[in-house]
């Protein structure tokens, strides 16, 4: 029997014991770095949905599993975009593959995930089910002791049963999911892989497994309820190992695909046997189509794979019989599964990518990656510096208007993406001619193509001729691997080749022979490889979209760069945590700690440890030096600072929202929120307060956690305004020393019951401010103009707000308007909002159109209209007639509630960067959001054809049209993040290239609408 272990996991914790993890574990107690974007970043095998369609279970290489609310589809049009609910992390180790979720399955009715793969147990050869509950994504039980990795889960569609099958012979298991008694334990003896597995409505389970050697054929089972005995098992009809099956929910028919070839076979169980009836029409079909799935009436069969029409991957429906053929449009990308969804068919795409098709063959959902697609970076495209410290590689670039690929640089000395038309200066391809090596795979296939699946396709040669024993180290492969890139060094004496699963280095020995040095688990397909010119480093695109430096002596990592595909995010980090980061990249990796063999994993994401490891100074350092110690030692001597390598990273107070799982609607009748949350506190920590904020402001008095609360479920009730609400958790804890971190987590309540005009939304303040004179006598043309349209679009901001009081100060060409005047009405708005907030909630809004500057400090100054002083220095000057960022947002820091600040001048952008932020936040809270016209450095540009400034006009278009409203809009309102993308897209077009706004956030307590796009409910 399959041992079984019970209880809901809590948090643990970690230090030099942590959990015992014995050093002869596949896991490793060290904290990892790991890519976290939202979405999955690597390839995904499987999904899972639940009956009503309302949730969507993912599993990926990389690592993760990941949870996601499934909106309901409007009559006859788009669904929105999914919203991920929990990410599920098993035990890892990352120089392995030991972690890899290549199979999942969500209980139909209960909160429930089984998630497996290449997920060994603690013992020797075993491999572990993990599941977890999906409120708290915490392990409620662990299926330990099977003799194989899993490649399939699946739950019978009474949700009592749980099947899983295995590699190597290891076969089918079936447990029992109210007391996970083992019901089924089967190895398939004379058999290999089994890669899939699937229940009828009646409770029939079948399975398909590989032939045991090539030339014979795979089977097809079925097992009987309630017992599962053994009823038929056929050869299938393909000559090819049989992949998938998928049982007819409310018939008896089966369908079968096979690994590669094209086909279908549908089969037909009677009482003690299964037969083969027909193959389904494949006109037209020239790739497989590997994953399949009927309708939920048991009406029609899908399948998809690598089917494709040019760019677009297909999904073709047959009628029951295989017949009457209809090809729907699907992914980007090979369909790798198909999971019926109500009446739709939710589908995943390795991309990674998911999707939902009506039952009409619309699309109507559909959610990509985050990751730039490396592939694209092979046949010469990865080009590097001679020494390494900057990379180029092809990216697509997206606007609203549309996207195109173009060619993207990274530079470690000055870290920022350039997308100029000279990005690739000084850069260099890779080397693929000077050694006569041949049959590589990257060299063979065009961009569009697969790589094939047998291993022994394009086996690589080096010239003198293979029967020479000197090369046969180049094809001492495992079976599943293949080669896919290659880079000769400088030399032509070395060169680097990476396979699916490894990054191996050469060197020819004295004798004139050529022998592997080194070898390196690769976090992704190593789409492409460069060597610097000096031979120093090998970099390396990755299938997760990273670019890694790698020292060519041994293969260590030294570097790591992720861009965000669509936003242009980006981090950069070493192996041991220091980075440095864009707007928005510190959220795009964390810190992942395993906790056992029998626990989830804790996750933070590394912007909770900037203070420590934020070192911008550092990182070209390490390309210099090539060892991560050295580079700190040379970065900390330029800075007199003290940091060693091995600073402990450590988790962070937790807490987790069990109940509501998600956002809900309220109304007078059901304003007082019950809320079910849990605090985990790890090693080292105590005294824990819990607090709860209702849109920023504390609800309640602070509540203490004792002892015997942590990692039990705690209740709370809140009574919420009859208005939307954000309800944040937060809990706080202290260490020795007296060091405080803080955990939290937030639900958002939409009301949907009778407005109180008095109290129901927040009052709406606005300072605008407008000046057309200034530095250097250069005029403004609109920056009045632009002031007074924005004070009527804050004015007619209804839908949210009440009683707007937005007041303005222009300068007209011959206008004065000192900083002090600034200074005194921020200081009236000041008293204006503090005095509101004694009787309800607040926004205010600052906005400002004029001329900006920076000072030798790289510090933006927003300029008034004074006259210039004689005889003073450009700081002496600034001072004089301008505000800095740092005092503006000092004077705004004083206003109570939450900020809106809208700059349109030159380098606004400034004053967005993430070490000011990083310094607004040391300071204490501030609960402002600010938007800029510009990226550091850049001009603002005015736009006489609607005589305003770009950015301004971007604004307006978003205020007064709701035109940022197409993204995603559940209550007919412009989110924050909506606004930052729609003036991202739109201001760079309006300023003809010239500007590229920017949004920063320096408080997470901020509501996420901002404004209607009707002035009326």
């Known amino acids: 029997m399959v041992r079984v272990v019970l209880g809901l996991a809590l948090w643990g914790y970690f230090g030099s014991a942590g959990l015992a993890l014995a050093e002869s574990s596949p896991f490793t107690a060290s904290p990892q770095l790991r890519l976290s974007a939202g979405m999955h970043t690597n390839r995904i095998d499987r999904i899972g949905v639940d009956t009503g369609c309302t949730r969507l279970l993912t599993g990926s290489i990389d690592k993760t599993a990941r949870l996601w609310e499934i909106p309901k589809s409007s009559s006859g049009g788009e669904r929105r975009m999914p919203r991920l609910l929990r990410t599920f992390r098993v035990p890892i180790n990352p120089n ?575 304003s007082e929120l019950e809320v079910e949350y849990r605090v985990d506190l790890p090693a080292g920590f105590s005294d824990a307060v819990v607090d709860f904020l209702v849109d920023g402001v504390v609800h309640e008095p602070s509540r203490r956690v004792s002892d015997k609360e942590l990692g039990v479920t705690l209740r709370a009730y809140l009574k919420l305004p009859p208005q939307d609400s954000l309800v944040s958790v937060v809990v706080t804890a202290s260490k020795p020393g007296g060091d405080r971190r803080e955990g939290r987590e937030a639900r958002f309540f939409q009301y949907v019951g009778t407005q109180d005009p008095l109290r129901a939304r927040p009052k709406l303040f606005g300072l605008v401010i407008g000046i057309e004179a200034g530095y250097e006598s250069d005029p403004l043309d609109y920056p009045v103009e632009d002031a007074r349209s924005i004070k009527a679009a804050l004015e007619r901001q209804l839908g949210l707000f009440r009683d707007p009081d937005i007041r303005a100060l222009l300068g007209e060409q011959e206008g004065v308007v000192s900083p002090h005047q600034i200074r005194s009405d921020l200081e009236r708005l000041r008293r204006d909002v503090k005095h509101e907030r004694m009787r309800g909630d607040t926004v205010t809004v600052v906005f400002f159109s004029g001329h900006g500057v920076e000072d030798s400090g790289g510090r933006f100054h927003l300029l008034a209209s004074d006259p210039p002083a004689n005889e003073l220095s450009a700081e002496a000057y600034y001072a004089q007639v301008g505000l800095s960022q740092d005092e503006l947002y000092e004077l705004l820091r004083l206003i109570p509630g939450r900020k809106i600040l809208f700059l349109d001048a030159c380098r606004s952008g400034n004053g967005t960067s993430t070490s000011f932020l990083n310094g607004l936040r040391a300071r204490g809270r501030l609960s402002l959001l600010t938007y800029a016209s510009t990226s550091d450095g850049d001009n603002a540009s005015e736009c006489p054809d609607y005589r305003h400034g770009c950015f301004t006009q971007g604004l307006l278009e978003a205020l007064r049209d709701g035109r940022a409203s197409a993204i995603f809009d559940p209550l007919d309102s412009t989110s924050t993040d909506e606004l930052r993308i729609y003036l991202r897209d739109r201001v760079e077009p309006l300023s003809k290239g010239k500007q590229r706004s920017k949004m920063a956030v320096s408080d997470e307590e901020m509501r996420p609408f901002l404004v209607r796009k009707k002035t009326e409910r």
């Not at 590997?290 to 677009?312: C, I, M, T």
């Not at 928005?584 to 420590?612: C, S």
């Open 96 to 670: 392995s593959d030991a972690g890899n979720v290549r199979a999942v399955a969500l209980h139909p009715t209960r909160p429930l995930a089984a998630v497996s793969g290449w997920t060994p147990s603690s013992a020797v050869d075993r491999w572990s089910i993990y599941l977890f509950d999906t409120r708290s994504a915490q392990v409620m039980a662990v299926l330990d002791d099977n003799p194989g990795r899993v490649k399939d889960l699946t739950f019978s569609r009474d949700g009592l049963f749980l099947a899983a099958t295995m590699n190597l012979g290891a076969g089918v298991r079936v447990w029992r999911t109210d007391h996970w008694e083992s019901h089924l334990s089967e190895d398939n003896v004379g058999y290999g892989d089994s890669y899939g597995a699937d229940f009828d409505d009646d409770g029939w389970l079948y399975t398909v497994a590989y032939p045991a050697k090539p030339g014979s054929q795979g089977r097809l089972r079925a097992y009987a309820p309630p017992n599962f005995k053994l009823v038929a098992s056929i050869a299938v009809a393909s000559e090819e190992p049989p992949y998938y099956v998928a049982a007819q929910p409310s018939g008896n028919r089966i369908g079968v695909t096979p690994t590669e070839g094209v086909g279908l076979d549908i089969y037909e169980r009677t009482e003690s046997d299964i037969v083969h009836v027909g193959s389904a029409e494949m006109s037209g079909v020239d790739e497989p189509v590997f994953a399949v799935e009927w309708s939920p009436d048991g009406q029609y069969l899908f399948a998809a794979g690598r089917h494709n029409a040019g760019e677009k991957y297909l999904i073709r429906r047959w009628n029951s019989d295989g017949d009457a053929p209809v090809d729907f449009e699907g992914a980007d990308g090979t369909i790798a599964h198909l999971q019926a969804c109500g009446e739709a068919i939710a589908y995943a795409a390795r991309d990674p990518l998911i999707g939902i098709m009506e039952s009409d063959g619309r699309r109507s959902l559909q959610l990509k990656g985050p990751s730039v697609d490396m592939s694209r970076a092979a046949w010469g495209r990865l080009r590097v510096s001679a020494d390494g410290q900057k990379v180029s590689f092809p990216k697509r670039r997206h606007t609203r208007f549309g996207s195109k690929e173009t060619t993207v640089a990274f530079d470690v000395r000055r870290p920022g993406l350039d997308y100029s038309h000279d990005a690739a200066r000084e850069t260099f391809p890779p080397d693929y001619d000077s050694l006569p090596i041949t049959g590589w795979n990257a060299e063979r296939l065009g961009p569009d193509e697969e790589l094939p699946t047998n291993p022994r396709i394009g086996t690589t040669s080096l010239a003198p001729p293979l029967e020479d024993e000197r090369f046969e180290a180049l094809h001492r492969l495992k079976d599943d691997e293949y080669w896919v890139s290659l880079a000769i060094g400088g030399s032509k004496r070395e060169f680097a080749m990476a396979s699916e699963w490894r990054l191996r280095g050469y060197r020819q020995q004295p004798d004139g022979s050529w022998s592997a040095t080194w070898k390196a688990h690769v976090p992704g397909k190593p789409w492409a490889l460069n060597y610097t010119r000096d031979n120093l480093l090998i970099v390396a695109a990755y299938g997760d979209g990273t670019i890694r430096w790698h020292r060519a002596a041994d293969g260590t990592e030294l570097l790591a760069l992720f861009v965000h595909e669509k936003e242009d995010d980006w981090i950069a980090w070493t192996p041991g945590g220091y980075f440095v980061a864009g707007l928005g990249g510190e959220d795009l990796i964390g810190w992942h700690f395993n906790k056992g063999p029998k626990q989830a994993a804790a996750f933070h994401p590394v912007y909770e440890f900037r203070k420590q490891y934020l070192r911008p100074d550092m990182i070209p350092h390490v390309l210099r030096e090539r060892d991560e110690r050295m580079a700190l030692e040379s970065a900390n001597e330029e800075k007199s600072q003290l940091e060693i390598l091995e600073s402990r990273i450590e988790p962070l107070p937790g807490v987790t929202i069990l109940d509501p799982e998600s956002s809900r609607v309220f109304s007078e009748a059901t």
